[in-house]
């Protein structure tokens, strides 16, 4: 019998192993993969496979999630969590169940609440079309997924699900996918940014990209993007021409985050340490941490020429500043926790030319700022679907202006340096990760490309 085939995502071989259940984790895309029935025993106790690709939609990275193999039946806590609307607890036990990240258990779970929406079980609050989940100018964004019922003799064949504000539908027939384009309609005013450039393309290889997920420019203008996993860094030209490619040691290390600094060197924040390196050929320099052994998540150069970089566990959302001989120098701790009572898993660092620090997050759906001295200065944002408000945003960045970016999927959110909305606005791609650069150009990484946007003054 074979024992390998290529993964439906990305291409790449696998193995695989004796032990082998129903899905497997590709470690080149870090996404669940099914195995094929001839290459495995009967381990999906009789359950129907659902499969659902997500690329290209909700900031997600292709998924195929196997509701039979994670042995999800009618009344799992999982299913029951996100019927009741606590998108965040099923995360959690989400996780717990099957080891996977952060990201990678919000993108499942996402797609197993569109599928209770499909089948009209999940909990809908009320919205409009101008303020529903994902809209700009009236547009929104429908998800289907077909739930098949473990052991029940009935299969749905396919359902095809179309709506003329629609970005991206698809069809799911059992084992099969097909993507369904509909177009969108023209925007009748000029949007707060317009798209300048784009740089890298989709695919395998030397300046090109699957799954990039962090951006940086240098004040010489070269560009560095990175792979979320495997953890590879691309260098590019101002101008977009490929320059290098390296890979971290540990090819099982994401890297969450990358900051260009002085003198040629690359801030990598991985979830152990920041490594400082080389950025055209990659080489370790150095390696500063607080003294945890892990939780480091985003980076962000500040005007003073200290590195910001947040520190998030269950237990800890902190933030600490290096300076650039790897020495802390300050530090706000419990970020989160002193200002809403809760922590924060997931936070994402900007700064502001005045040193003020702002931090988003995930989970908390609001934007904190402190002053340069880590004094609390205001809150926005929040949960919801009202303008100004998010579902689960991605990154933040802020401009020498003043402007306050915070991305969600294909959404971009502007507000200005007090925290008044100034804009919301559909992108030409996802915003994974942001950065600004000399130029106040917006760059964002959009997992197969590096799309740059210009603020409309």
Known sequence: ???RFDCPSCGAPLDVPEDAGATIRCPYCAVSVVVPEALREDRDGGGQVIKIDLRGLNNTTPVIVSQSA????PDDPILQALREDKKIEAIKLYRERTGLGLKEAKDAVEALQAGLSAAGQAYTPTATPATARRSGCGLFLILVLVIVLI????TIAGILFTASAVENAVTVVQDEVIPVVATLAPTPTPG??????????EGEGAGKMTDARSVTQDSEGNIYVADYLPGRVQAFSASGEFISQWMLEDPDMQIYSLAALPEGRLAVVTSRAVQIRDG???????SWTDGGAFGYGDAWLMADGTLAVTVETASVNDVVFFDMQGQIVRRIDDAFTRQTGDSEMQMSVAGDLSGNIYLLGSFSRLVLKYDREGTFITRFGGEGNEPGQFTFPDDIAVDSAGRVYVSEGRN???FDENGRLVARTPLEGLASGMAVNNLDELLTASRDSVLIYQPVR
């Open 70 to 73: 994670l042995n999800l039946g």
């Open 192 to 201: 707060p940014v317009t798209l300048v450039r784009s740089v890298g393309e």
């Open 151 to 154: 052991g029940g003799a009935a």
């Open 280 to 286: 055209r050929s990659g080489s370790l320099l150095e």
């Open 412 to 414: 971009l959110t502007i």
């Open 1 to 3: 019998m074979p024992e």
